[in-house]
Protein backbone atom coordinates (compact mmCIF):
# COMPACT_ATOMS: atom_id res chain seq x y z
CA UNK A 1 0.00 0.00 0.00
CA UNK A 2 2.09 2.98 -1.56
CA UNK A 3 -0.60 5.61 -1.29
CA UNK A 4 -0.28 7.98 1.75
CA UNK A 5 -2.79 7.99 4.78
CA UNK A 6 -5.83 9.79 4.95
CA UNK A 7 -6.09 9.59 8.74
CA UNK A 8 -4.42 8.33 11.82
CA UNK A 9 -7.11 5.94 12.79
CA UNK A 10 -9.84 4.62 11.43
CA UNK A 11 -12.61 3.44 14.08
CA UNK A 12 -14.74 0.71 12.13
CA UNK A 13 -18.12 0.43 14.29
CA UNK A 14 -19.16 3.31 16.40
CA UNK A 15 -21.38 1.89 19.46
CA UNK A 16 -20.76 2.54 22.78
CA UNK A 17 -16.87 1.52 23.15
CA UNK A 18 -16.34 2.77 19.02
CA UNK A 19 -17.71 6.01 19.89
CA UNK A 20 -15.76 6.46 22.81
CA UNK A 21 -12.59 5.09 21.00
CA UNK A 22 -13.14 8.21 18.36
CA UNK A 23 -13.76 10.95 21.20
CA UNK A 24 -10.15 9.94 22.77
CA UNK A 25 -8.36 9.31 19.98
CA UNK A 26 -9.44 12.83 18.52
CA UNK A 27 -8.67 14.76 21.92
CA UNK A 28 -5.26 13.30 21.40
CA UNK A 29 -4.89 15.08 18.66
CA UNK A 30 -5.33 12.18 16.15
CA UNK A 31 -6.75 12.21 12.49
CA UNK A 32 -9.68 9.94 13.05
CA UNK A 33 -12.01 8.54 10.34
CA UNK A 34 -15.31 6.88 11.89
CA UNK A 35 -17.57 4.62 10.26
CA UNK A 36 -20.86 2.81 11.01
CA UNK A 37 -23.81 0.94 9.04
CA UNK A 38 -26.48 2.40 10.56
CA UNK A 39 -26.85 5.96 11.94
CA UNK A 40 -26.15 6.01 16.02
CA UNK A 41 -27.26 5.73 18.59
CA UNK A 42 -29.60 2.72 16.92
CA UNK A 43 -31.15 -0.05 18.48
CA UNK A 44 -29.59 -2.63 15.86
CA UNK A 45 -26.85 -3.94 17.65
CA UNK A 46 -26.06 -4.02 21.92
CA UNK A 47 -26.28 -0.07 22.83
CA UNK A 48 -29.62 0.84 22.88
CA UNK A 49 -32.66 0.61 24.88
CA UNK A 50 -32.42 3.35 27.49
CA UNK A 51 -30.55 1.88 30.17
CA UNK A 52 -27.92 -0.27 31.30
CA UNK A 53 -26.82 -0.85 34.95
CA UNK A 54 -23.31 0.32 36.18
CA UNK A 55 -21.95 -1.56 39.35
CA UNK A 56 -18.78 -1.68 41.38
CA UNK A 57 -18.69 -5.20 43.15
CA UNK A 58 -18.18 -7.20 40.18
CA UNK A 59 -19.19 -10.41 40.59
CA UNK A 60 -17.70 -11.79 37.27
CA UNK A 61 -14.35 -11.18 38.82
CA UNK A 62 -12.09 -8.68 40.68
CA UNK A 63 -10.22 -7.55 37.75
CA UNK A 64 -13.00 -5.56 36.12
CA UNK A 65 -12.80 -2.99 39.51
CA UNK A 66 -10.04 -1.02 39.02
CA UNK A 67 -11.30 -0.49 35.46
CA UNK A 68 -15.41 0.24 36.33
CA UNK A 69 -14.04 2.30 38.76
CA UNK A 70 -12.12 4.90 35.92
CA UNK A 71 -15.53 4.29 34.24
CA UNK A 72 -17.51 6.06 37.08
CA UNK A 73 -15.09 8.76 36.63
CA UNK A 74 -15.52 8.61 32.64
CA UNK A 75 -18.92 9.28 32.63
CA UNK A 76 -18.72 12.21 35.32
CA UNK A 77 -16.39 13.84 33.27
CA UNK A 78 -18.93 13.10 29.97
CA UNK A 79 -21.85 14.90 31.56
CA UNK A 80 -20.32 17.63 32.92
CA UNK A 81 -18.18 18.17 29.05
CA UNK A 82 -21.57 18.07 27.73
CA UNK A 83 -24.07 18.87 29.89
CA UNK A 84 -26.17 15.58 29.58
CA UNK A 85 -27.76 13.36 32.43
CA UNK A 86 -26.04 10.34 31.74
CA UNK A 87 -26.33 8.08 34.93
CA UNK A 88 -28.85 7.79 37.83
CA UNK A 89 -27.36 6.29 41.22
CA UNK A 90 -30.12 3.95 42.19
CA UNK A 91 -28.29 1.18 44.33
CA UNK A 92 -27.63 -2.02 43.29
CA UNK A 93 -28.82 -5.19 44.43
CA UNK A 94 -27.10 -8.59 43.97
CA UNK A 95 -29.69 -11.80 44.63
CA UNK A 96 -28.97 -15.57 45.42
CA UNK A 97 -27.58 -18.33 47.20
CA UNK A 98 -25.74 -18.37 49.36
CA UNK A 99 -23.60 -21.04 47.44
CA UNK A 100 -24.03 -19.33 43.92
CA UNK A 101 -22.14 -17.18 41.80
CA UNK A 102 -23.89 -13.67 41.71
CA UNK A 103 -23.12 -13.28 45.35
CA UNK A 104 -19.98 -14.82 46.67
CA UNK A 105 -18.46 -13.43 43.19
CA UNK A 106 -20.11 -9.36 44.12
CA UNK A 107 -18.90 -9.78 48.21
CA UNK A 108 -15.47 -11.38 47.08
CA UNK A 109 -14.53 -7.93 44.34
CA UNK A 110 -15.98 -5.77 47.30
CA UNK A 111 -13.56 -7.14 49.99
CA UNK A 112 -10.94 -7.11 48.01
CA UNK A 113 -10.98 -3.83 46.57
CA UNK A 114 -12.66 -2.72 50.16
CA UNK A 115 -16.02 -1.02 48.74
CA UNK A 116 -18.83 -0.54 50.65
CA UNK A 117 -21.13 -2.75 50.73
CA UNK A 118 -24.18 -4.39 52.80
CA UNK A 119 -25.11 -8.22 52.85
CA UNK A 120 -28.52 -8.52 53.06
CA UNK A 121 -31.10 -11.19 54.25
CA UNK A 122 -34.25 -12.07 52.50
CA UNK A 123 -36.22 -10.92 55.12
CA UNK A 124 -34.22 -7.41 55.17
CA UNK A 125 -34.74 -7.27 51.16
CA UNK A 126 -38.24 -7.80 51.22
CA UNK A 127 -38.34 -5.17 54.13
CA UNK A 128 -36.32 -2.34 52.95
CA UNK A 129 -37.58 -2.86 49.13
CA UNK A 130 -40.98 -4.54 49.16
CA UNK A 131 -41.57 -5.11 45.47
CA UNK A 132 -39.47 -8.45 46.02
CA UNK A 133 -41.22 -11.29 47.51
CA UNK A 134 -38.19 -13.72 47.92
CA UNK A 135 -37.89 -17.54 49.62
CA UNK A 136 -35.75 -17.05 52.90
CA UNK A 137 -32.85 -18.67 51.45
CA UNK A 138 -31.68 -15.87 49.29
CA UNK A 139 -29.19 -13.58 50.47
CA UNK A 140 -27.98 -10.35 49.14
CA UNK A 141 -25.79 -8.03 48.89
CA UNK A 142 -26.51 -4.33 48.37
CA UNK A 143 -23.67 -1.61 47.27
CA UNK A 144 -24.34 2.06 47.32
CA UNK A 145 -22.78 3.88 43.81
CA UNK A 146 -24.56 1.16 41.28
CA UNK A 147 -27.26 2.41 39.23
CA UNK A 148 -28.48 3.08 35.56
CA UNK A 149 -26.73 4.48 32.21
CA UNK A 150 -28.52 6.16 29.11
CA UNK A 151 -26.63 4.44 26.31
CA UNK A 152 -28.45 6.20 24.01
CA UNK A 153 -27.61 9.24 25.12
CA UNK A 154 -24.19 8.22 26.29
CA UNK A 155 -23.25 7.42 22.45
CA UNK A 156 -24.31 10.79 21.14
CA UNK A 157 -22.40 12.33 24.23
CA UNK A 158 -19.41 10.90 22.65
CA UNK A 159 -19.91 11.32 19.18
CA UNK A 160 -20.61 14.93 19.54
CA UNK A 161 -17.04 15.01 21.54
CA UNK A 162 -15.04 13.31 18.87
CA UNK A 163 -16.60 15.64 16.43
CA UNK A 164 -15.77 18.58 18.17
CA UNK A 165 -12.13 17.75 18.10
CA UNK A 166 -12.41 17.13 14.72
CA UNK A 167 -13.05 13.47 14.03
CA UNK A 168 -14.64 12.64 10.36
CA UNK A 169 -17.85 10.71 10.90
CA UNK A 170 -19.54 8.71 8.23
CA UNK A 171 -22.57 6.82 9.17
CA UNK A 172 -24.77 4.09 6.98
CA UNK A 173 -21.55 3.20 5.57
CA UNK A 174 -21.14 -0.55 6.04
CA UNK A 175 -17.77 -1.94 6.67
CA UNK A 176 -16.76 -4.12 3.34
CA UNK A 177 -13.34 -5.07 3.85
CA UNK A 178 -10.24 -4.42 5.57
CA UNK A 179 -6.66 -4.93 4.91
CA UNK A 180 -3.43 -4.67 6.75
CA UNK A 181 0.39 -4.64 5.64
CA UNK A 182 2.82 -3.67 7.79
CA UNK A 183 2.48 -0.49 9.59
CA UNK A 184 -0.54 0.46 7.47
CA UNK A 185 -4.36 -0.51 7.31
CA UNK A 186 -6.63 -0.08 4.31
CA UNK A 187 -10.42 -0.32 5.15
CA UNK A 188 -12.87 -0.45 2.34
CA UNK A 189 -16.36 0.13 2.67
CA UNK A 190 -19.72 0.90 0.42
CA UNK A 191 -18.67 4.48 -0.35
CA UNK A 192 -14.92 4.46 -0.15
CA UNK A 193 -11.73 3.33 0.53
CA UNK A 194 -9.75 4.86 3.55
CA UNK A 195 -6.02 4.28 4.51
CA UNK A 196 -4.85 4.68 8.03
CA UNK A 197 -1.63 4.06 10.56
CA UNK A 198 -4.01 2.11 12.10
CA UNK A 199 -7.65 0.46 12.65
CA UNK A 200 -9.55 -0.04 15.80
CA UNK A 201 -12.59 -2.76 14.99
CA UNK A 202 -15.66 -2.22 17.34
CA UNK A 203 -18.02 -4.11 15.52
CA UNK A 204 -20.12 -5.50 18.67
CA UNK A 205 -21.92 -8.81 16.89
CA UNK A 206 -19.95 -8.28 13.60
CA UNK A 207 -16.86 -9.41 15.35
CA UNK A 208 -17.49 -13.08 13.90
CA UNK A 209 -17.82 -11.84 10.16
CA UNK A 210 -15.05 -9.21 10.81
CA UNK A 211 -12.15 -11.77 11.97
CA UNK A 212 -13.46 -14.48 9.90
CA UNK A 213 -9.88 -15.58 9.34
CA UNK A 214 -9.13 -15.89 12.49
CA UNK A 215 -11.78 -18.89 13.78
CA UNK A 216 -12.75 -17.16 17.18
CA UNK A 217 -15.00 -18.96 19.22
CA UNK A 218 -17.06 -16.21 19.32
CA UNK A 219 -21.19 -16.51 19.79
CA UNK A 220 -23.90 -14.01 18.93
CA UNK A 221 -26.55 -14.24 21.59
CA UNK A 222 -29.99 -12.92 20.66
CA UNK A 223 -31.69 -11.40 24.08
CA UNK A 224 -35.05 -9.89 24.71
CA UNK A 225 -35.98 -7.22 27.33
CA UNK A 226 -39.65 -5.72 28.34
CA UNK A 227 -40.62 -2.79 29.93
CA UNK A 228 -43.97 -3.65 32.83
CA UNK A 229 -46.52 -1.13 33.04
CA UNK A 230 -46.61 -0.51 36.72
CA UNK A 231 -49.20 2.24 36.21
CA UNK A 232 -52.01 0.21 34.56
CA UNK A 233 -54.03 -0.71 37.71
CA UNK A 234 -54.67 -4.69 37.13
CA UNK A 235 -52.76 -7.46 37.04
CA UNK A 236 -51.91 -8.80 33.42
CA UNK A 237 -53.89 -11.77 32.15
CA UNK A 238 -52.24 -15.11 31.97
CA UNK A 239 -51.97 -14.36 28.22
CA UNK A 240 -49.65 -11.49 27.67
CA UNK A 241 -51.17 -8.45 25.36
CA UNK A 242 -49.55 -7.96 21.76
CA UNK A 243 -46.04 -7.13 22.28
CA UNK A 244 -44.72 -3.76 21.01
CA UNK A 245 -41.27 -3.76 19.73
CA UNK A 246 -40.76 0.29 18.95
CA UNK A 247 -38.20 2.02 19.86
CA UNK A 248 -39.00 5.14 21.37
CA UNK A 249 -36.29 7.78 22.37
CA UNK A 250 -35.11 8.40 25.82
CA UNK A 251 -36.95 11.57 27.65
CA UNK A 252 -35.36 14.64 26.54
CA UNK A 253 -32.46 12.49 24.87
CA UNK A 254 -30.99 13.52 21.33
CA UNK A 255 -30.91 9.48 20.62
CA UNK A 256 -31.65 8.53 16.98
CA UNK A 257 -32.68 4.78 17.26
CA UNK A 258 -36.34 5.04 16.37
CA UNK A 259 -37.39 2.91 13.73
CA UNK A 260 -36.85 4.74 10.11
CA UNK A 261 -38.77 2.36 8.01
CA UNK A 262 -35.97 0.98 6.19
CA UNK A 263 -35.82 -2.98 5.84
CA UNK A 264 -32.72 -4.16 7.11
CA UNK A 265 -33.21 -7.73 7.05
CA UNK A 266 -31.14 -8.32 3.84
CA UNK A 267 -27.69 -6.65 2.59
CA UNK A 268 -25.98 -6.90 -0.57
CA UNK A 269 -23.23 -9.48 -1.07
CA UNK A 270 -20.17 -8.04 -0.13
CA UNK A 271 -18.02 -7.31 -3.23
CA UNK A 272 -14.37 -7.66 -1.86
CA UNK A 273 -13.51 -11.23 -2.30
CA UNK A 274 -9.89 -12.34 -0.87
CA UNK A 275 -6.67 -10.72 -2.01
CA UNK A 276 -3.57 -12.69 -2.72
CA UNK A 277 -1.21 -10.30 -2.07
CA UNK A 278 1.45 -9.90 0.97
CA UNK A 279 -1.24 -7.86 3.00
CA UNK A 280 -3.94 -9.79 5.16
CA UNK A 281 -7.53 -9.44 3.33
CA UNK A 282 -10.28 -9.73 5.75
CA UNK A 283 -13.60 -9.28 3.38
CA UNK A 284 -16.06 -9.46 5.27
CA UNK A 285 -17.92 -13.06 5.70
CA UNK A 286 -22.14 -13.68 4.15
CA UNK A 287 -23.21 -10.13 3.34
CA UNK A 288 -21.41 -7.18 4.49
CA UNK A 289 -21.39 -6.78 8.41
CA UNK A 290 -23.43 -4.06 9.98
CA UNK A 291 -20.00 -2.14 11.75
CA UNK A 292 -21.53 -1.59 14.93
CA UNK A 293 -19.82 -1.26 18.84
CA UNK A 294 -20.78 -4.29 21.80
CA UNK A 295 -22.55 -2.70 24.48
CA UNK A 296 -23.02 -5.12 26.70
CA UNK A 297 -25.89 -5.82 29.41
CA UNK A 298 -26.44 -3.85 31.17
CA UNK A 299 -24.78 -3.25 33.60
CA UNK A 300 -24.70 1.49 36.98
CA UNK A 301 -25.11 4.78 39.91
CA UNK A 302 -27.58 5.09 42.91
CA UNK A 303 -30.09 7.01 45.36
CA UNK A 304 -28.73 5.49 48.37
CA UNK A 305 -25.74 7.43 49.96
CA UNK A 306 -24.81 4.68 51.95
CA UNK A 307 -26.48 1.23 52.76
CA UNK A 308 -28.83 0.38 56.11
CA UNK A 309 -27.85 -2.15 58.74
CA UNK A 310 -30.57 -3.04 60.56
CA UNK A 311 -32.42 -6.49 61.53
CA UNK A 312 -29.50 -8.72 60.92
CA UNK A 313 -27.79 -6.83 57.58
CA UNK A 314 -24.34 -6.00 57.85
CA UNK A 315 -22.44 -3.07 56.78
CA UNK A 316 -19.08 -3.16 55.90
CA UNK A 317 -18.12 0.54 55.44
CA UNK A 318 -18.35 1.61 59.10
CA UNK A 319 -20.94 4.77 57.56
CA UNK A 320 -24.26 5.74 59.95
CA UNK A 321 -27.35 3.77 59.40
CA UNK A 322 -29.78 5.18 57.75
CA UNK A 323 -33.74 3.81 59.02
CA UNK A 324 -35.53 4.76 55.68
CA UNK A 325 -34.26 4.41 52.29
CA UNK A 326 -36.69 6.90 50.90
CA UNK A 327 -34.74 9.36 52.88
CA UNK A 328 -31.31 9.42 50.79
CA UNK A 329 -31.05 11.07 48.13
CA UNK A 330 -28.62 11.40 45.13
CA UNK A 331 -25.50 12.89 45.80
CA UNK A 332 -25.34 16.77 45.61
CA UNK A 333 -24.50 18.14 42.20
CA UNK A 334 -25.53 15.12 40.24
CA UNK A 335 -27.99 14.84 38.08
CA UNK A 336 -31.32 13.19 38.37
CA UNK A 337 -32.39 10.99 35.68
CA UNK A 338 -34.65 12.58 33.40
CA UNK A 339 -38.28 13.81 34.77
CA UNK A 340 -38.45 10.67 37.38
CA UNK A 341 -36.44 12.83 40.10
CA UNK A 342 -35.34 10.25 43.03
CA UNK A 343 -36.29 13.07 45.03
CA UNK A 344 -39.83 13.82 43.69
CA UNK A 345 -43.01 13.23 45.63
CA UNK A 346 -41.91 13.38 49.20
CA UNK A 347 -45.49 12.92 49.94
CA UNK A 348 -45.19 9.23 49.24
CA UNK A 349 -43.21 8.69 52.39
CA UNK A 350 -46.77 9.68 54.63
CA UNK A 351 -49.03 7.44 52.09
CA UNK A 352 -51.39 4.90 53.86
CA UNK A 353 -49.51 1.80 53.64
CA UNK A 354 -51.23 -0.62 51.62
CA UNK A 355 -50.14 -4.47 51.45
CA UNK A 356 -49.86 -4.80 47.79
CA UNK A 357 -47.43 -7.48 47.78
CA UNK A 358 -48.90 -10.13 49.96
CA UNK A 359 -48.27 -13.92 49.95
CA UNK A 360 -45.54 -16.01 51.57
CA UNK A 361 -42.54 -14.92 52.57
CA UNK A 362 -43.52 -11.12 51.71
CA UNK A 363 -44.09 -8.85 54.55
CA UNK A 364 -47.00 -6.36 55.30
CA UNK A 365 -44.87 -3.69 56.89
CA UNK A 366 -44.37 -0.95 54.75
CA UNK A 367 -45.34 -1.68 51.15
CA UNK A 368 -46.80 1.76 49.35
CA UNK A 369 -50.34 2.45 48.23
CA UNK A 370 -49.39 2.03 44.22
CA UNK A 371 -47.65 -0.32 42.36
CA UNK A 372 -45.73 2.49 40.39
CA UNK A 373 -44.06 3.72 44.06
CA UNK A 374 -42.57 0.13 44.64
CA UNK A 375 -40.54 0.41 41.70
CA UNK A 376 -39.88 3.90 41.62
CA UNK A 377 -35.64 4.35 41.69
CA UNK A 378 -35.88 5.14 45.89
CA UNK A 379 -37.80 2.08 46.30
CA UNK A 380 -36.16 -0.26 43.53
CA UNK A 381 -32.40 -0.60 42.96
CA UNK A 382 -31.36 -2.04 40.23
CA UNK A 383 -30.58 -5.91 40.53
CA UNK A 384 -29.17 -8.68 39.12
CA UNK A 385 -30.84 -12.07 40.69
CA UNK A 386 -29.63 -15.23 39.89
CA UNK A 387 -32.43 -17.85 40.45
CA UNK A 388 -30.34 -20.70 40.18
CA UNK A 389 -27.29 -22.29 37.96
CA UNK A 390 -28.33 -20.92 34.31
CA UNK A 391 -30.35 -18.74 35.19
CA UNK A 392 -30.17 -15.14 36.04
CA UNK A 393 -32.10 -12.35 35.10
CA UNK A 394 -32.21 -8.31 35.83
CA UNK A 395 -33.89 -5.27 36.24
CA UNK A 396 -34.15 -1.70 36.54
CA UNK A 397 -36.29 0.43 39.18
CA UNK A 398 -39.74 2.58 36.42
CA UNK A 399 -38.26 6.13 35.57
CA UNK A 400 -41.23 7.00 33.24
CA UNK A 401 -41.29 4.47 30.69
CA UNK A 402 -41.65 0.96 33.15
CA UNK A 403 -40.07 -1.75 34.78
CA UNK A 404 -37.51 -3.26 32.75
CA UNK A 405 -36.57 -6.33 32.83
CA UNK A 406 -34.66 -9.33 31.35
CA UNK A 407 -33.20 -12.59 31.50
CA UNK A 408 -29.35 -13.16 31.40
CA UNK A 409 -27.48 -15.05 29.11
CA UNK A 410 -30.73 -16.57 28.10
CA UNK A 411 -31.08 -16.31 23.84
CA UNK A 412 -30.55 -18.33 20.85
CA UNK A 413 -27.32 -17.85 18.92
CA UNK A 414 -27.81 -15.43 15.92
CA UNK A 415 -25.94 -13.77 13.40
CA UNK A 416 -25.96 -10.31 13.33
CA UNK A 417 -28.18 -10.29 9.55
CA UNK A 418 -30.46 -12.60 9.92
CA UNK A 419 -31.66 -12.48 13.56
CA UNK A 420 -35.16 -11.79 14.44
CA UNK A 421 -35.42 -8.17 15.35
CA UNK A 422 -38.48 -8.45 16.72
CA UNK A 423 -39.48 -9.71 20.40
CA UNK A 424 -42.19 -12.18 20.75
CA UNK A 425 -44.94 -13.27 23.16
CA UNK A 426 -42.85 -16.35 24.03
CA UNK A 427 -39.81 -14.12 24.77
CA UNK A 428 -41.86 -12.00 27.05
CA UNK A 429 -43.49 -15.09 28.79
CA UNK A 430 -40.40 -16.09 29.70
CA UNK A 431 -39.57 -12.95 31.48
CA UNK A 432 -43.22 -12.84 32.73
CA UNK A 433 -42.43 -16.44 34.78
CA UNK A 434 -39.96 -14.75 36.44
CA UNK A 435 -42.03 -11.43 37.56
CA UNK A 436 -44.86 -13.16 38.95
CA UNK A 437 -42.85 -15.43 41.83
CA UNK A 438 -40.40 -12.81 42.45
CA UNK A 439 -41.96 -9.27 41.36
CA UNK A 440 -45.77 -9.76 41.16
CA UNK A 441 -46.68 -6.13 41.68
CA UNK A 442 -44.97 -5.87 37.74
CA UNK A 443 -46.99 -8.38 36.82
CA UNK A 444 -48.72 -5.76 34.11
CA UNK A 445 -49.19 -5.59 30.54
CA UNK A 446 -45.96 -4.85 28.37
CA UNK A 447 -45.58 -1.56 26.95
CA UNK A 448 -42.47 -2.97 24.80
CA UNK A 449 -40.21 -5.38 24.25
CA UNK A 450 -36.32 -5.22 22.75
CA UNK A 451 -33.78 -7.50 21.06
CA UNK A 452 -30.68 -6.70 22.44
CA UNK A 453 -27.18 -8.82 20.80
CA UNK A 454 -24.46 -10.10 23.31
CA UNK A 455 -21.28 -11.10 21.67
CA UNK A 456 -19.64 -13.55 24.05
CA UNK A 457 -16.25 -15.16 24.44
CA UNK A 458 -16.18 -18.93 26.04
CA UNK A 459 -15.09 -17.53 29.26
CA UNK A 460 -17.75 -14.63 29.28
CA UNK A 461 -14.77 -11.94 29.50
CA UNK A 462 -13.63 -8.92 26.92
CA UNK A 463 -11.84 -9.32 23.86
CA UNK A 464 -9.37 -5.88 23.70
CA UNK A 465 -6.11 -5.86 22.07
CA UNK A 466 -3.98 -6.06 18.94
CA UNK A 467 -4.64 -8.18 16.33
CA UNK A 468 -2.41 -11.52 16.60
CA UNK A 469 -1.04 -11.17 13.28
CA UNK A 470 -1.39 -7.84 12.85
CA UNK A 471 -0.45 -5.21 15.64
CA UNK A 472 -1.64 -1.78 13.73
CA UNK A 473 -5.36 -3.48 13.99
CA UNK A 474 -6.55 -3.06 17.62
CA UNK A 475 -9.90 -5.05 18.58
CA UNK A 476 -12.09 -3.82 21.11
CA UNK A 477 -14.81 -6.71 21.84
CA UNK A 478 -16.68 -9.34 22.40
CA UNK A 479 -17.96 -7.68 25.85
CA UNK A 480 -20.03 -11.05 26.79
CA UNK A 481 -23.19 -9.07 27.56
CA UNK A 482 -21.01 -6.69 30.02
CA UNK A 483 -19.53 -4.20 28.68
CA UNK A 484 -21.79 -1.29 27.87
CA UNK A 485 -20.66 0.45 31.53
CA UNK A 486 -16.93 0.05 31.07
CA UNK A 487 -17.13 2.33 27.30
CA UNK A 488 -15.40 5.75 28.33
CA UNK A 489 -12.41 3.64 29.93
CA UNK A 490 -11.87 1.09 27.08
CA UNK A 491 -12.28 3.87 24.61
CA UNK A 492 -9.45 5.32 26.10
CA UNK A 493 -7.50 1.76 26.10
CA UNK A 494 -8.02 1.40 22.86
CA UNK A 495 -6.56 5.33 22.17
CA UNK A 496 -3.56 4.04 24.14
CA UNK A 497 -3.20 1.02 22.53
CA UNK A 498 -3.08 2.76 18.75
CA UNK A 499 -0.93 6.03 19.64
CA UNK A 500 1.37 4.54 22.08
CA UNK A 501 1.21 0.44 21.58
CA UNK A 502 0.81 -0.17 24.93
CA UNK A 503 -1.61 0.46 27.57
CA UNK A 504 -1.71 1.15 31.61
CA UNK A 505 -3.72 -1.44 32.46
CA UNK A 506 -2.60 -5.31 32.20
CA UNK A 507 -5.07 -6.44 29.10
CA UNK A 508 -3.74 -9.86 29.11
CA UNK A 509 -6.91 -11.46 30.62
CA UNK A 510 -8.51 -9.83 27.31
CA UNK A 511 -6.11 -10.98 24.40
CA UNK A 512 -7.18 -12.95 21.50
CA UNK A 513 -4.80 -14.91 21.75
CA UNK A 514 -6.48 -16.93 24.64
CA UNK A 515 -9.19 -17.79 22.45
CA UNK A 516 -6.85 -19.17 19.70
CA UNK A 517 -5.86 -22.72 19.32
Known sequence: ????????????????AGSAAAYHLARRGARVVGVDRYTPPHAMGSSHGRSRIIREAYFEHPLYVPLVREAYMGWEELEALTGRRLYLRTGGLMLGPADGTVVPGARRS?????????????????????????????????????????PEAAIAAHLDLARRHGAELRFDEPLLSWRAEGDAVEVTTSRATYRAARLVLAVGAWTPRVLAPLGLPLVVERNVVAWFDTT???????????????????????????????????????????????????????????????????????????????DGSTAHDGSTAHDDPADRGAPPGRNAWSAADVLADPEARSRPAVDIV????????????????????????????????????????????????????????????????????????????????????ADRPVREAAVCLYTNAPDDHFVLGPHPDHPAVIVVSACSGHGFKFAPVIGELAAELSLEGRSRHDLTPFRIERLLG
Do not use: C
Open 1 to 16: MSHPPIADVIVAGLGA
Open 110 to 150: ALEHGLSFEELAAEDVRRRFPAWHLPDDVVGIFEPRAGMLD
Open 232 to 310: VGRAASRTAPPVSTASPGFGGSTARHESTGRDYSTAPDASTGPDDSTGHDNAIARDEPTVQDEPTVQDEPTVRDEPTAR
Open 358 to 441: AGAGARSDPPLARAEDLFAPERFPVFVHEVRPGLTWYGFPDTGDGVKLGIHHSGESTDPETERREATESDVARIRELVRTYLPA
